[in-house]
């Protein structure tokens, strides 16, 4: 489908959805400091004090403005409005995030403020669902197996496509032209990195609907719901070409902490398992099949909650919890933090009881050695203070029984939560952050020498490697200055002994710029050593009527074939890099409209969270994200080189 290019500030969004910024924009008109806190109550006098203009410019200046021109980083910046539309923006005002400040404003008032900040009325036509297949191309294909695994593309999570998988070599790479694009509809984001097997590409979506699009046209073969967000990749169950003896499964995990089997041929449910009691729990990591297990990376969104001063914070632990994949029944779970949660014993400065010790989510995908009968993982911060030594670690867990084999914790002391984004609200343990977790796998890369190393990238733009064996520090290097939103943020890839690093290193923070020079962009490192083989920065070539929601980090993890890396930035450009030297061979701007299958005009925003897949000839994207002020959009793109081409 061809791309129509027009001003973003001209998109429009569809039917009603939630702004996707979590715990701080409930707290919007709180200020940023103790210093200049403004109360709750205030800002119901404040909204009740525009009552004699009630016009929508004068509301959005006294009750919105304090949070949406970038002071509060998590809110969605005032740029980004028109993008979202009038019906996100009600939604939030009226049953959303934003519902207590809606609560000030007549049902009339919200209204109006949601269509003058939307940019249109909200007369306007709904999503148009999905086509969904004909007759023949919703046939499931037996003779194609998944050339790839789950969210790491491979068992060791290098993220590299080999010849026979990508079905793409360097060489067609200039040639790539957008083949069609899938509008999720309604969404804002897309961030559910697409699988494919049996001749169909499976991807979530922010509604909770999972979808098994045709690979050669687009259509729908089947869909199911969640009845939760998909951010994950969905894992397929490997099979040999036209033998399958029992319904090949796709795993997948949503935002409430629910694990799905499903039939991959027809979307049937198989089971349906929650992996732990705790009623924050959310899968962000894309759950591993291997072996008739699955296993499960355990995140939270505790980390919102504590912003509320009377939320008794806190008492998740993150983990991961291994399945029976025929049954879903568990076989074992294992904790990152050992000691079980309760009272402390002390009280915040709100008077709320104070728990602990908790975090150390887990929000990547497990990497697998078979060769040891491992697992590796990554952590986050610790929710509550003194901070967990397995904070900010690497933890190795044995496959069968779930014991903790090793661990290494690469930056101490880091205990962080929502609260500290609103003036270190009475939950912010003492430490306030610097929230510098491990967000991206570890890889498993083997050397020339045939000895291996566990390479691992940190939103403190730190990478370096450990000992698979016992967690012993090889080496380690700082790539670029880091801070909330990355350094390296969400995967690293790596091609034989070369590891690809993005950068981030966006300002997110006023703090960021303190942590020094900024370097958003690639790297290559040799993986033995950890010296730079090549830099590409990535230049700023935001257009001015995106900033400052536009920004050239590369947080999205990245892929590799031979020969090519594939990177996506928060300004919504996917570029492919020559892997020996760095230089760029193609690029697109996806931040665009595009005219689907369905007719409904979607739109592309950042890349972020979920990086491009290479599988069977074609390149595979999501773009849009929308959080911390980032680019909106609700489109999955396929690219391919032209046909007479191939």
């Given at each position: 489908m061809s791309p129509t290019r027009r001003s973003p500030l001209a998109f429009v969004s569809g039917p009603a959805v939630l702004i996707a910024a979590l715990g701080s924009l409930a707290a919007c008109g709180q200020g940023k400091s103790e210093s200049d806190a403004q109360p709750a109550?205030?800002?119901?006098?404040?909204?009740?004090?525009?009552?004699?203009?009630?016009d929508p410019a004068t509301i959005y200046t006294q009750v919105?403005?304090?949070?949406?021109?970038?002071?509060?980083?998590?809110?969605?910046?005032?740029?980004?409005?028109q993008m979202l539309g009038p019906e996100a923006i009600l939604t939030a005002l009226t049953t959303g995030v934003m519902q207590p400040q809606g609560a000030t404003l007549s049902e009339a008032e919200r209204r109006t403020l949601a269509e003058h900040l939307g940019g249109r009325s909200l007369a306007a036509a709904v999503a148009t669902p999905p086509v969904r297949c004909a007759a023949g191309a919703s046939e499931f294909d037996a003779n194609r197996p998944p050339r790839t695994l789950g969210w790491g593309q491979t068992l060791e999570n290098t993220r590299f496509a080999d010849s026979y998988a990508a079905g793409l070599h360097a060489s067609d790479v200039p040639r790539l032209q957008l083949?069609?694009?899938?509008?999720?509809?309604?969404?804002?984001?897309?961030?559910?990195?697409?699988?494919?097997?049996?001749?169909?590409?499976?991807?979530?979506?922010?509604?909770?609907?999972?979808?098994?699009?045709?690979?050669?046209?687009?259509?729908?073969?089947?869909?199911?719901?969640?009845?939760?967000?998909?951010?994950?990749?969905?894992?397929?169950?490997?099979?040999?070409?036209?033998?399958?003896?029992?319904?090949?499964?796709?795993?997948?995990?949503?935002?409430?902490?629910?694990?799905?089997?499903?039939?991959?041929?027809?979307?049937?449910?198989?089971?349906?398992?929650?992996?732990?009691?705790?009623?924050?729990?959310?899968?962000?990591?894309?759950?591993?099949?291997?072996?008739?297990?699955?296993?499960?990376?355990?995140?939270?969104?505790?980390?919102?909650?504590a912003a509320d001063p009377a939320y008794e914070c806190c008492s998740f632990r993150?983990?991961?919890?291994?399945?029976?994949?025929?049954?879903?029944?568990?076989?074992?779970?294992?904790?990152?933090?050992?000691?079980?949660?309760?009272?402390?014993?002390?009280?915040?400065?709100?008077?709320?009881?104070?728990?602990?010790?908790?975090?150390?989510?887990?929000?990547?995908?497990?990497?697998?050695?078979?060769?040891?009968?491992?697992?590796?993982?990554?952590?986050?911060?610790?929710?509550?203070?003194?901070?967990?030594?397995?904070?900010?670690?690497?933890l190795a867990i044995d496959l069968q029984t779930g014991k903790r084999l090793w661990h290494y914790q690469s930056l101490a002391g880091d205990a962080w939560n929502m609260a500290c984004f609103i003036g270190g609200g009475p939950n912010c343990p003492k430490e306030n952050g610097p929230d510098l977790d491990i967000g991206a796998p570890p890889v498993l890369v083997k050397l020339p020498s045939g000895a291996e190393v566990l390479v691992v990238g940190q939103k403190s733009a730190d990478v370096f490697a450990l000992d698979p064996d016992d967690g012993k520090l090889l080496w380690r290097r700082r790539i670029g200055r880091g801070g909330f939103a990355g350094g390296v943020h969400w995967g690293l890839?790596?091609?034989?002994?070369?590891?690809?690093?993005?950068?981030?290193?966006?300002?997110?923070?006023?703090?960021?710029?303190?942590?020094?020079?900024?370097?958003?962009?690639?790297?290559?490192?040799?993986?033995?050593?950890?010296?730079?083989?090549?830099?590409?920065?990535?230049?700023?070539?935001?257009?001015?009527?995106?900033?400052?929601?536009?920004?050239?980090?590369?947080?999205?993890?990245?892929?590799?074939?031979?020969?090519?890396?594939?990177?996506?930035?928060?300004?919504?450009?996917?570029?492919?890099?020559?892997?020996?030297?760095?230089?760029?061979?193609?690029?697109?701007?996806?931040?665009?409209?595009?005219?689907?299958l369905s007719g409904e005009v979607a739109r592309g925003g950042s890349i972020e969270s979920a990086g491009p897949v290479v599988v069977d000839g074609a390149l595979l994207v999501n773009s849009g994200y929308l959080f911390g002020g980032r680019l909106p959009g609700n489109v999955l793109l396929k690219f391919s080189p032209p046909r007479a081409a191939r």
């Open positions: 109550n205030a800002v119901a006098a404040t909204a009740a004090g525009a009552a004699t203009a009630r919105c403005s304090t949070c949406h021109e970038g002071q509060v980083p998590k809110a969605p910046h005032s740029v980004t409005f083949e069609w694009a899938f509008a999720f509809p309604g969404a804002t984001r897309a961030r559910s990195q697409p699988s494919v097997a049996g001749g169909a590409i499976y991807v979530g979506s922010q509604s909770g609907e999972l979808y098994a699009l045709d690979f050669v046209s687009g259509c729908v073969r089947w869909s199911y719901q969640a009845g939760a967000e998909v951010r994950v990749a969905p894992s397929v169950e490997p099979w040999r070409a036209g033998e399958i003896s029992v319904p090949p499964r796709l795993v997948v995990g949503d935002l409430s902490g629910n694990v799905h089997a499903l039939d991959a041929r027809t979307g049937r449910l198989l089971w349906k398992r929650r992996v732990d009691p705790h009623p924050r729990l959310t899968i962000t990591g894309s759950p591993r099949l291997h072996e008739g297990r699955v296993y499960v990376p355990m995140s939270s969104t505790e980390w919102a909650a993150g983990g991961v919890a291994a399945l029976d994949a025929a049954t879903g029944a568990e076989i074992w779970k294992s904790y990152t933090i050992a000691k079980e949660p309760g009272l402390t014993g002390e009280k915040s400065s709100a008077g709320t009881a104070l728990r602990g010790p908790a975090g150390a989510p887990v929000w990547n995908s497990p990497t697998i050695d078979v060769k040891r009968g491992r697992l590796y993982v990554g952590t986050g911060e610790a929710y509550t203070s003194p901070a967990a030594d397995t904070s900010d670690a690497v890839a790596a091609e034989g002994a070369r590891v690809y690093a993005p950068n981030a290193d966006t300002l997110f923070l006023p703090s960021d710029a303190q942590r020094g020079e900024a370097k958003p962009g690639v790297f290559a490192l040799d993986a033995g050593t950890g010296k730079t083989v090549w830099f590409t920065p990535a230049q700023d070539q935001c257009r001015s009527e995106l900033k400052p929601a536009c920004d050239p980090g590369v947080s999205a993890p990245v892929t590799a074939i031979p020969g090519i890396l594939f990177a996506g930035g928060f300004d919504g450009r996917l570029r492919a890099y020559e892997g020996a030297s760095g230089r760029v061979v193609w690029e697109f701007d996806t931040v665009r409209e595009y005219k689907t």
